[in-house]
């Protein structure tokens, strides 16, 4: 069993066996013809529930036989120009080099003693985002495992900045504010950290799906009159939904004003900061206390890769915890860079190196070039939606989301569109034509392109509106002939 564990006597076998399971992708990604293939919970279960875990099958090739016929015929090819649903994005070629890398060497990323230079590749790329941020001279940051980490984290260290106004003044509950566009995150962050259950003060948005200033301040002021703390706003730079960013500017202006603390959520919208065109949109969140990244969503990274940045390097100190046999003290006197002083994690991936290879194969202009076309085709995506009347759309895209309704002619009952739109998504999905998302505005169902494929043409965004239609046509003719059977 020796045999199987990379070290200098096994290094052929790792290169010759990595090699098949390279080419195995590569000849499924060569073959992808649809973004999926259709098949149900029902269907694949019994194949996997099949096998026998304790009798391994003894070689790479069986073992890669197996595992085409249980997740890479079946899967969800992100990559394919027609997958518009959630954000997941294609991955750049760099970046799983860097994967390749990292996986084999194996680095924790939780102490020097671990990871050495990985340490410090890391740390230049917070510095490196941080800057690009615009954060100051003081900033620091830790990557993470994603988005919901980040914010976690974020509001973990705003509630132990919070604590200090809270034991001053003597006032006892902590409140956050976002706006009703906000990731769910927030208020699961808010749970975990031992928040009631309305701690989360949700900030009405305007038509463009926004938060707006003055109801912001309204609600800081609102919870001052009650005794209350405003331990933390959370602005939004690209919501799941719209990806519609906050009016940062001036939701910065309103924290200032009353000494919050400013999070911002730009999970989604930090491709922006690597934008040759698109830069500006971002205005404003350079004052933010902290900030979420996910590379992993618009820097075409894979996952995982995300980060959290904050103003001031010396709030980290809120997720530090010693321990001798891992980052005893006398390591920050002898100045030993411990990255598990900053994360909530202890082992951690080098998931930074993802990124580094990236940056030094295609520079940062290209990867933001990349995010350009994909915001530039939404642009396209929504002039083709509010010029087709099958359908409304909801909001002009800041970003790279489209969400809209299919409103069939002649039917204004909105529980039946409801349904028709629903069906589509389902229908579509099972087809495996496409694959789109759905969600909920204003109490009615609609469905969502998410666009972060740069393969993707405007072509394909017509031929898969006609393929819903299609789709919800059929529902409607069927229900109604359902209904005209009955009551004959």
């Known amino acids: 069993m020796r045999s199987h564990l990379l070290n200098d006597t096994t290094a052929e076998r790792y ?13 499924r ?23 026998d875990l304790d009798r391994p099958l003894g070689d790479n090739d069986s073992a890669l036989d ?43 990323l939780d102490t020097w003693d671990q990871s050495a230079g990985g340490t410090l590749i890391e740390r230049r790329l917070i510095d490196w985002t941080a800057a690009r941020i615009g954060l100051g001279p003081c900033a620091d940051g830790v990557f993470t495992s994603g988005g919901t980490q980040s914010n976690l984290q974020a509001l973990l260290l705003a509630r132990e900045e919070a604590k200090v106004a809270e034991d001053t003044h003597g006032r006892r509950r902590l409140r956050v504010f976002a706006s009703d566009c906000a990731h769910f995150s927030v208020q699961k962050s808010a749970t975990l950290l031992g928040l009631p259950a309305d701690a989360v003060v949700p900030v009405p948005v305007d038509r463009d799906r926004r938060m707006r200033p003055a109801a912001l301040a309204a609600a800081v002021e609102g919870c ?16 799941t939904d719209f990806g519609s960013i906050d009016p940062l500017s001036e939701v910065a202006a309103v924290c200032e004003r009353f000494g919050t603390w400013l999070h911002v959520d730009a999970a989604y919208g930090c491709g922006l900061l690597v934008s040759p065109t698109r830069r500006d949109r971002l205005d404003g969140i350079e004052r933010a206390d902290s900030v ?40 920050l006197t002898e100045r030993i860079p411990n990255q598990v002083d900053k994360s909530l994690q202890t082992t951690r991936r080098f998931d930074a190196l993802k990124l580094w290879m990236t940056l030094r194969v295609m520079g940062a202009d290209g990867v933001g070039r990349l995010f350009d076309e994909v915001c530039g085709l939404a642009a396209d995506g929504w002039r083709l939606l509010a010029a087709d009347p099958r359908y409304d759309v909801v909001v002009r895209p800041r970003l790279s989301t489209l969400v809209f309704r299919y409103i069939p002619r002649d039917i204004t009952s909105p529980a039946q569109i409801d349904r028709a739109n629903l069906y589509a998504r389902k229908a579509l999905f099972a087809s495996g034509d496409a694959v789109v998302a759905g969600t909920v505005v204003d109490g ?16 394909d965004i017509a031929a898969v509106l006609d393929l819903i239609a299609d789709h919800a046509e059929r529902h409607i003719a069927t229900e109604n002939g359902g209904r005209l059977a009955r009551a004959s």
Not at 15 to 27: C, E, L, M, P, Q
Not at 224 to 239: F, I, K, S, Y
């Open 29 to 51: 990604l060569a073959s992808v013809r649809s973004p999926f293939s259709g098949v149900t919970p029902d269907a694949l279960r019994p194949e996997i529930d099949a096998i």
């Open 66 to 108: 197996e595992l085409e016929r249980v997740y890479l015929r079946d899967a969800v090819y992100f990559h394919h120009p027609r997958y518009l649903a959630h954000l997941n994005c294609p991955v750049v070629i760099p970046a799983l080099v860097g994967e390749a890398v990292l996986s084999a060497v194996n680095s924790s």
């Open 292 to 331: 979420t990244v996910d590379y992993h969503k618009s820097f075409f990274q894979p996952v995982s890769s995300s980060a959290l940045l904050v103003r001031d390097g010396a709030t980290l100190r809120h997720a530090t915890y010693h321990a001798d046999y891992l980052n005893p003290r006398r390591a």
């Open 444 to 459: 009615r169902q609609h469905l969502k392109f998410t666009l972060l494929n740069p393969e993707t043409t405007v072509s």
């Open 15 to 27: 290169r010759r066996s990595v090699a098949d399971g390279v080419g195995r992708v590569a000849a």
């Open 224 to 239: 001052l009159a009650e005794g209350d703390v405003p331990m933390a706003v959370v602005a939004t730079a690209g919501t």
